[in-house]
């Protein structure tokens, strides 16, 4: 397995407070990774600063592209960088109106990224859309309503469709199941793993619950206060955790 | 030195303002499509009765010019017929309704039928000036936009249009890319002048005075509008015939002619029909 994305040292600070505190992280081809720790721990300012939507105060993360070329991100130029977002990467949100146009057919959003990308064939578009549409268990009957009348997992689904139409290989999730009823929860994350399974996608994916990122991961990384405290296996961190403040976090949660 | 700072005021604007406004459209014209900013000035009219285009016109004026203002077509509507009034007491220069004697013509919602030539100016009165506006409402963003090209929105629109009515139903203001650079929102006339704009001899300018942007495409600049390919542009028009002058090619009204609400189809472009009739 080959690395696609390594970051050394990334720092961010929000005034005294240290919201990334020299860390570093690798993810390889294939690889889901969870990020996990408490609230305020710093997961989402990582993941912000790994997919360069946050500038690091300091530090280094450089992505292997589709070409085979490392990419130095932190100095690519903003157009190749947007081109990325657009391409190469997916960033599923965990407020389904952050990654999607609410005024917008949900056909219109799965299409945008095919239309951004250069097609110019309404059917064409329309026969993918579709095929996403399905793909995500939404019924294609439903392609030409607006997501503002779809339930939250069903927008959650919809966000999943529009970010992977265009096979990216990268892919961000900042709990992407999070303000979702437990068997919503369960369908979606089913989803996703047959997803991210199917297409090979490397991904790394932020919660603070452990049940997902159990099922979700291959590897994890756990935080507090901008740290990494512990970093592993899923199965060896969470059955054998090793530090106290993970120790604290599992038994939290068995206590549930 | 008194006399020609005498010629440079005329035309209601003072010379900072006319001067600010000439350099706006130079750079419009060396970019063509791309919106400059401009210090949109008041004007003795309201927003939303063509201040960005008055601007535009005032600032283009010589007393040698020969002005024609139209609205919807026409050159005795309430708003084309104050705009005429104020140039013509503001500048005394000399007004007509014959679209081939002005130099220039400042128009709201439509492009006159008569091919226009190298010696003449359109100036348009634009409202919304963003085409991107409809799905992205922050101006930070789709100025990003527009530096990177990135117009895969533009089409979102159509498709939505598509998906919805089963064609572009988009009639007025459609998009379009100007030299193959910069999409630009045509102001709010008919889609059936589109190619008209397309390799158009004359300059034409957009001034959007609300919103402070100004806009140009430059004399043979390459037009097109946005479309699939399946679902191909079209300069649609009513398939009727001018009840007044017999023209089969021009865009048309429906008006309604007494008080039995009895319905006619004419031209717009009421300069053309005229001259269509003798
Ligand atoms: N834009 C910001 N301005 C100021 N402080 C911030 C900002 N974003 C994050 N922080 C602070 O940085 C720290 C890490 O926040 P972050 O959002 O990364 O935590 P998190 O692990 O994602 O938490 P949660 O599980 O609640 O989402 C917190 O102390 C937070 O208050
Ligand atoms: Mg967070
Ligand atoms: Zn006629």
């Known amino acids: ?256 | 030195m008194s006399n020609s700072e005498e010629d440079f005021n005329f035309a209601y604007l003072d010379e900072q303002t006319k001067r600010m406004i000439r350099r706006a459209l130079i750079k419009a014209i060396c970019i063509p499509g791309y919106q400059v900013p401009f210090a949109s000035r008041e004007m003795p009219m309201p927003y939303g009765w063509g201040t960005g285009g008055v601007q535009v016109t005032a600032a283009c004026l010589q007393e040698t010019d020969v002005l024609k203002v139209i609205d919807q077509g026409s050159d005795d509507t309430t708003n084309a017929v104050s705009i005429r009034k104020f140039f013509e007491r503001v500048t005394g220069v000399k007004t007509t309704e014959n679209t081939g004697k002005a130099s220039v013509i400042q128009t709201r919602h439509r492009i006159p039928e008569q091919v226009l030539s190298e010696d003449q100016i359109l100036v348009y009165q634009v409202p919304i000036p963003e085409p991107l506006r409809f799905l992205e409402p922050r101006e930070t963003e789709t100025r990003v936009m527009h530096a990177l090209e990135e117009y895969g929105l533009m089409h979102v629109k159509l498709y939505e249009d598509i998906s919805i009515n089963g064609e572009i139903s988009t009639a007025y203001a459609y998009p379009v890319k100007v030299n193959d650079r910069y999409i630009m929102d045509p102001s709010p006339t008919p889609k059936f002048d589109n190619p008209k704009m397309n390799f158009c001899s004359a300059i034409q300018l957009f001034g959007a005075g609300r919103e402070q942007r100004i806009y140009a495409v430059p004399p043979y600049t390459k037009v097109i509008s946005l479309d699939f390919e399946d679902y191909p542009f079209e300069a649609s028009r009513a398939e009727k015939t001018c009840e007044i002058c017999g023209a089969t090619n021009t865009y048309l009204d429906e008006v309604v002619i007494d008080d039995k609400g009895t319905r006619m189809f004419s031209c717009s472009d009421s300069d053309y029909c005229n001259s269509q009739k003798s």
């Open chain 1, 1 to 256: 397995m080959e690395q696609i994305l390594k970051a050394k040292a990334i720092n961010k600070k929000f005034g005294d407070v240290y919201a990334c505190n020299n860390l570093s992280i690798e993810l390889y081809t294939g690889e889901v990774v969870g990020i996990v720790g408490e609230s305020g721990s710093g997961k989402s300012t990582l993941l912000n600063c790994l997919s360069g939507s946050l500038v690091p105060d300091g530090g280094n993360i450089t992505y292997l592209d589709r070409d085979n070329n490392w990419l130095d991100l932190l100095s690519l130029p903003e157009p190749r960088k947007r081109n990325l977002l657009r391409t190469e990467w997916a960033f599923v949100h965990q407020n389904p109106r952050d990654g999607l146009r609410m005024a917008v057919s949900a056909g219109g959003n799965i299409g945008e990224r095919l239309m951004a990308i250069g097609y110019r064939n309404y059917s064409q578009i329309r026969a993918e859309a579709t095929e996403w549409i399905e793909k995500v268990e939404i019924d294609a009957i439903r392609l030409d309503d607006k997501p503002s009348i779809f339930s939250g997992g069903m927008q959650q689904r919809l966000q999943i469709a529009k970010n992977l139409i265009t096979k990216p290989r990268l892919i961000f999730m900042d709990e992407p199941t999070g303000g979702l009823d437990v068997s919503v929860q369960a369908r979606l994350l089913d989803l996703i793993r047959s997803l991210v399974r199917e297409l090979g996608l490397s991904v790394i994916i932020v919660t603070h619950d452990l049940a997902v990122a159990r099922f979700m991961a291959n590897r994890l990384i756990v935080m507090k206060n901008g740290k990494i405290v512990e970093t592993g296996l899923t199965d060896q961190v969470l059955d054998d955790p090793q530090h106290s403040y993970t120790q604290l976090l599992v038994s939290s949660i068995l206590k549930v």
